[in-house]
């Protein structure tokens, strides 16, 4: 984890203490600045890793696709990275889940499924997969390690996206 990473999770961290105080008519005075910033840490510290350069541009990016503010774009980026976050799913109309918080450079999202004649869970736009049962055709055990697989393709193509030579 990086410098600049961890001093975004920390002020998302006290931004959202921040809110939850005003949410319940509390006084922001006595919120524990410690506490949030050491809790932000210990969790930034188990984050995929995601170097600096990469982070950012996956912000922009962000920030330019959805037309949201740089702080929005930086709370997406962080749980593009967060492996602990749960994800939640939703029905894809060909009988898969599309997988929250799993984005791509291109704005797609992420979607796993096992929808196939052997039921194995699989990444549905797996460029690995030539063909199902031959070299490269990933399967597992679950819909969440499919999709905690997933969140590691999409983050190596966010490194290769914006480390390429424009």
Not at 42 to 58: K, M, Q, T
Not at 93 to 112: F, I, K, L
Not at 124 to 152: K, W
């Amino acid at each position: 984890m990086t410098i600049h990473m961890n001093a975004m999770a920390a002020a998302l961290a006290m931004r959202d203490a921040c809110r939850r105080c005003i949410d319940t008519d509390r006084p922001i005075d006595h919120v524990d600045i410690g506490a949030v910033v050491a809790i932000a840490m210990r969790d930034a510290a188990s984050y995929l890793p995601c170097p600096d350069d990469v982070f950012e541009g996956i912000a922009k990016a962000i920030q330019a696709q959805s037309r949201c503010t740089g702080a929005v774009a930086f709370d997406v980026a962080l749980r593009l990275v967060d492996p602990s976050r749960p994800f939640a799913y939703s029905r894809w109309r060909h009988g898969g889940w599309y997988v929250s918080d799993v984005r791509y450079p291109s704005g797609a999202c992420g979607c796993v499924s096992n929808n196939y004649l052997d039921k194995k869970w699989r990444i549905v736009c797996d460029g690995r997969r030539q063909d199902l049962n031959e070299p490269g055709d990933v399967t597992f055990r679950s819909r969440e390690e499919a999709a905690r697989a997933e969140q590691v393709l999409a983050l190596e193509a966010w490194t290769a996206a914006i480390r390429s030579p424009a």
